[in-house]
């Protein structure tokens, strides 16, 4: 049974950092891209992070460039996401995704997900 289980968020100050890992069990992981989907209240969910199943290649949205970095640990099976310099609009929950193994900016091309964390940043 495939599960991704993300943890690390809470409440910030606008400015402030978090950091997301998501642990994943049931799949071999090393085979999968690895993305972060969020999703704000009454927006649809929208593509922050992906990364390909090697690290090698990286993908962000416009609006986290810069600010996220996207990593992961093959020997722990974990995917990373660090986000600086948060601002209020940042606000989502945050999810964990397996997809291609090259990475994509698709949601709609991931196979497998988390139940999400929640991320408030405060202004």
């Known amino acids: 049974q495939v599960q991704l289980v993300e943890s690390g968020g809470g409440l910030v100050q606008g400015g402030g950092s978090l950091r997301l890992p998501c642990a994943a069990s049931g799949l071999s992981f090393r085979r999968y891209g690895m993305g972060w989907i969020r999703q704000a209240p009454g927006k649809e969910r929208e593509f922050v992070a992906a990364?390909?199943?090697?690290?090698?290649?990286?993908y962000y949205a416009d609006s986290v460039k810069g600010r996220f970095t996207i990593s992961r640990d093959n020997a722990k099976n974990t995917v990373y996401l660090q986000m600086n310099s948060l601002k209020p609009e940042d606000t989502a929950v945050y999810y964990c995704a397996a997809g291609p193994s090259g990475g994509s900016v698709k949601r709609d091309e991931y196979d497998y997900w988390g139940q999400g964390t929640q991320v408030t940043v405060s202004s």
């Open positions: 990364i390909s199943w090697s690290g090698g290649n990286t």
